[in-house]
C-alpha cells in the first residue's frame, strides 16, 4: 500500500475515532475490521495521535532519497568536469549520494585520471621559457647538448618519498618494521652532482655531504668530471654546456674556466627558467631515487 493510501485510511480513522465514537477505541477497531482492516493498523493510528497529535508518519533517518534529475545530472556533469573535486565532495555540495555521482559519471563515460605534475610560472616565465628553449634547441640541431644537475639524496632508502604498502592475513600479526614508514626529522643525505648528454650517456657523479661552493664545482664537478666527459663522448667544439640557473654555475670561476677551454654555455640571460621537463636529468635522478629506494 502506497503511503499517500495509507494517511487516507488513517484521516478517516481519526475523523471516526474523535468525531463519531467519543474516542472509544472499541468501538473504532470494531467499526473498521468490518471493513478489512487489521487491528494493528488500526491501533497504531489511534496510538500514533495520542502520542504525537497527529496521523502523519515521522520523517526517516538517515539521508533523503534522491532522484538523477535533468538538472542534478548537468550540475554533477558540470561538477565533473569543470573542478577536482572529488565524487564524495560534489555529492555532498549537491546533496545527493556518492553512488548516484559516480552511475552519472559511468553513464557519460566521463574517466578519471590523475594531475600531471608541472611548473607553474610567474610573471613572464612562460613566455621566456618558449623563447630560449626554442633557441637551444636550434643550437642543439649541430651540436651535442651536455646537461648537468645537483640534488639532494637521502643517505637512509627509508626516507626516500614514495608510497609503501604491506599485505596481511591478520592486521595484528604484521610486524612493526612492515606497518610503519619511519622517518627522521633532520635524515642525513647527500649532494650528488652529475651531467649527461642528449645520447643518454652519464658522468662520474660527484658526491658530498652539505652544500658545494663555486670553487669547488670549478674544480671537482668541471674540470675532474665535466671535461673527461665531454672528451670521451664528444669534442669540445661540438659540445653545447647547458646548466640550471644555480647561482655557482654561473660564479665568475666557473665562467672563465668553460670560456679557457672553449666551452660553449648557454648564457645566464638566455637561460629558461622553470623547465624540469626539458632536462631529461631531472627524470633520471627520480629513476635513480626510486630504484635507490627499494633497497
Not at 1 to 15: C, N
Not at 79 to 98: G, P
Not at 200 to 224: D, F, H, Q, T, W
Amino acid at each position: 500500500m502506497k503511503v499517500s493510501e495509507r494517511q487516507v485510511i488513517a484521516k478517516r480513522v481519526l475523523h471516526f475515532y474523535s468525531e463519531i465514537c467519543n474516542k472509544s477505541k472499541v468501538e473504532t477497531v470494531n467499526h473498521f475490521l468490518k471493513e478489512g482492516l487489521k487491528r494493528r493498523t488500526i491501533y497504531g493510528i489511534i496510538n500514533r495521535f495520542n502520542t504525537r497529535g497527529t496521523t502523519d508518519f515521522a520523517p526517516k533517518t538517515g539521508r533523503p532519497p534522491t532522484v538523477s534529475t535533468p538538472k542534478l545530472v548537468k550540475n554533477v556533469i558540470k561538477k565533473l568536469l569543470n573542478t577536482n573535486l572529488s565524487e564524495h565532495k560534489i555529492a555532498s555540495q549537491l546533496k545527493t549520494s556518492q553512488t548516484i555521482v559516480n552511475r552519472i559519471k559511468n553513464k557519460n563515460n566521463i574517466k578519471t585520471n590523475k594531475c600531471i605534475s608541472a611548473p607553474k610560472y610567474s610573471g613572464n616565465q612562460s613566455q621566456r621559457a618558449k623563447t630560449y628553449c626554442r633557441e637551444i634547441y636550434r643550437k642543439s640541431i649541430h651540436k651535442n647538448l651536455i646537461i648537468d644537475d645537483e640534488s639532494y639524496v637521502m643517505a637512509d632508502p627509508e626516507n626516500i618519498p614514495g608510497q609503501k604498502y604491506f599485505r596481511f592475513t591478520e592486521k595484528c600479526s604484521v610486524p612493526d618494521k612492515l606497518m610503519f614508514k619511519c622517518k627522521e626529522k633532520f635524515p642525513k643525505k647527500y649532494l650528488v652532482w652529475q651531467a649527461m648528454d642528449d645520447k643518454g650517456n652519464v658522468s662520474e657523479p660527484y658526491i658530498k655531504i652539505g652544500c658545494m661552493n663555486a670553487e669547488e664545482y670549478r674544480k671537482e664537478c668541471l674540470e675532474k668530471r665535466l671535461l673527461p666527459f665531454i672528451q670521451k663522448h664528444h669534442t669540445i667544439d661540438n659540445a653545447l654546456f647547458w646548466p640550471d640557473l644555480a647561482t655557482i654555475h654561473y660564479s665568475a670561476r666557473a665562467q672563465e674556466w668553460l670560456k679557457d677551454n672553449r666551452i660553449e654555455c648557454i648564457a645566464k640571460e638566455r637561460n629558461p627558467p622553470n623547465v624540469p621537463h626539458a632536462r631529461p636529468i631531472e627524470r633520471f635522478w627520480s629513476i635513480c631515487k626510486r630504484r635507490y629506494g627499494q633497497r
